[in-house]
């Protein structure tokens, strides 16, 4: 039996929706040759919690793409585009889709409960997707669950990762919140994690990747690899080579490996300010910060984004471990 999109979603840990398109409007073309049936197929022996498939034309998507995908996989299907009309919905889900997308961009409050009430009568979950505050309040007043939060302006196509993470962090913990568009690694699911996203929608990165079920893994796969105590932008760059998610760099001033400040990572990597005592601005993505206990670092402290405690983490030998 196919779960409902949102149950599927709503498991331990961060769980993905694998997302199939041919091309986008802002990147060109990606995978011409995508193949729904096999991607499908491929990306639940990947892990994936759920399907998204474009069918609008203007990403060389059809309904027939979902029809492919359905014959091949029993994860629930997710159909992409841009609906406005009740019977869309309809021709979807006889075509197999689990869930349907609603762009509030697109769509005025009595447009959006229109269609969040007609696929509730067809049995099938809805997407609504915010881009700004203004629109997330409104998904929440909607009632919406789950809430896609997109890192891409759809009407200029830029990525502000930084403004989905704080929109992510101010959702509703009762709604099941997906993060969209602009993660290519490991350490940014990890950080949509951290800042709230039950899920996250990845796409482009998948139909780039010479193999996109293990860019699939890779990207859902734990434990994260941090190397800390970094002190010369050289050697972040040799572990950003070596493939570590995490930099760390290690303020307290009682540490023979202490850095002078944080340097600075690439986008697919996070930093981390280490910190013993008490909290400081930093330009870091995240904050571990440990108490001081009678002049050396307490082994349990907490993991900090802007300013907000996400995590516990502890200090074990050769490693770190965060808990959620």
Request: proline share 4%; aromatic share 2%.
């Amino acid at each position: 039996m196919i779960p409902h999109f949102r149950d599927a979603l709503s498991g331990p840990g961060l769980a993905a929706i694998a997302e199939i398109k041919r091309r986008s409007p802002s990147a060109g073309e990606l995978r011409p040759d995508a193949d729904p049936a096999r991607l499908a197929a491929d990306f639940e022996r990947a892990g994936a919690a759920a399907v998204s498939i474009l069918v609008d034309e203007r990403f060389a998507g059809a309904v027939d793409d979902l029809r492919a995908a359905r014959s091949a996989t029993r994860l629930p299907l997710l159909a992409k585009g841009f609906f406005r009309e009740e019977r869309k919905l309809v021709e979807l889900e006889e075509a197999g889709a689990n869930a349907v997308l609603l762009l509030l961009r697109d769509l005025d409050d009595r447009a959006a409960r229109s269609l969040l009430d007609a696929a509730r009568h067809l049995g099938l979950d809805a997407l609504v997707e915010a881009h700004d505050a203004e629109e997330l309040e409104r998904a929440v007043a909607l009632g919406a669950d789950p809430i896609g939060l997109n890192a891409r302006d759809l009407g200029t196509f830029h990525v502000d990762r930084n403004a989905q993470l704080e929109l992510v962090a101010k959702a509703p913990k009762d709604r099941l919140v997906v993060a969209e568009s602009g993660i290519e690694s490991r350490a940014q699911a990890a950080e949509a994690e951290l800042a709230g996203a039950e899920a996250v929608l990845v796409g482009s990165v998948l139909m780039r990747a010479a193999d996109p079920p293990a860019k699939l893994v890779d990207l859902i796969s734990r434990p994260l690899v941090k190397v800390c105590g970094l002190t010369r932008q050289e050697d972040v760059d040799v572990a950003a080579e070596a493939g570590a998610d995490l930099a760390g760099f290690i303020l307290a001033e009682e540490s023979q490996r202490r850095a002078e400040r944080v340097l600075e990572v690439p986008e697919t990597m996070l930093s981390v300010a280490v910190l013993v005592g008490e909290q400081k601005d930093t330009i870091a993505d995240l904050v571990q910060l440990y108490a001081r206990e009678d002049g050396h670092r307490a082994r349990n402290g907490g993991l900090y984004r802007s300013g907000c405690q996400v995590a516990r983490c502890s200090i074990s030998p050769g490693r770190t471990v965060i808990q959620g």
